[in-house]
């Protein structure tokens, strides 16, 4: 696999009133990556955790039916636009790109990944 080994996941249609949905799947792994597979800043958040040794669940959004209206939810939650990549680890909201990449730098995206069980070392 080109990336590494995260967990892709092409969803299927759920009837779920979208912000239950995104806090549902937000809640149920480690690190969740709400994506759309042709964006490039979603290419490098995933190579980022995958180069980290973490897995991430990654959302599709462009591969589920109902994903223009996950995005626009997303975007309300984040207050920008354009939204994705979206990533929340340990069932918080961390944000988009620029959120984790800062706080990359600044060192604190290791410890915010070990106490949500993503990362062990």
Known sequence: MAWGSY????NTVNEEYPPAMIQR??????VVVFSIS??????????LFCGMGVNPYVY??????????????LM???????VVPVVFIGGKL??????V??????GTLVPL?????????
Do not use: F, Y
Not at 94 to 99: A, K, N, T
């Open 94 to 99: 961390v944000g988009s790109m620029d959120r």
């Open 113 to 121: 990944l070990k106490e949500a069980g993503a990362l062990w070392l």
């Open 25 to 30: 799947v937000a809640s149920e792994s480690a």
């Open 7 to 10: 967990k892709k996941t092409i």
């Open 101 to 106: 990449m800062a706080s990359h730098i600044n």
């Open 60 to 73: 599709e959004l462009d591969q589920n039916p109902r994903g223009k209206e996950i995005e626009k939810t």
């Open 76 to 82: 309300l939650l984040l207050g920008t636009s354009p």
């Open 38 to 47: 042709s964006c490039c800043m979603c290419h490098a958040i995933k190579k």
